[in-house]
Nanobody, 115 residues
């Protein structure tokens, strides 16, 4: 069974930085696309950033220029470097991985940005 395990969340002041990590276990395939989504209280889950196996990236407008997504050297690992964090970035961040019609999610990691 494939599991995505996230780490790196926490509490940071506005203007600070955090780096999220996600690693897949139990998978023998290389996911086509991996990414990060977030869900703030009372809001729908939204896309933050995705990266393809060919290193193509896509970002939400709200994080462009501040967040950087990258894939690790190990298969099925992905990182999200978050700089210049704002209080509105506060949310649970979920790792996502896709292979054709197969989609899987991590359990989420809390990011809280204080003003």
């Amino acid at each position: 069974q494939v599991q995505l395990v996230e780490s790196g969340g926490g509490l940071v002041q506005a203007g600070g930085s955090l780096r999220l990590s996600c690693a897949a276990s139990g998978s023998i395939i290389s996911f086509n696309t991996m990414g990060w989504y977030r869900q703030a209280p009372g809001k729908q889950r939204e896309l933050v950033a995705t990266i393809t196996r060919g290193e193509g990236t896509n970002y939400a407008d709200s994080v462009k220029g501040r967040f950087t997504i990258s894939r690790g050297n190990a298969q099925n690992t992905v990182y999200l470097q978050m700089n210049s964090l704002k209080p509105e970035d506060t949310a649970v961040y979920y790792c996502n991985a896709r292979y054709i019609n197969y989609v899987t999610w991590g359990q989420g990691t809390q990011v809280t940005v204080s003003s």
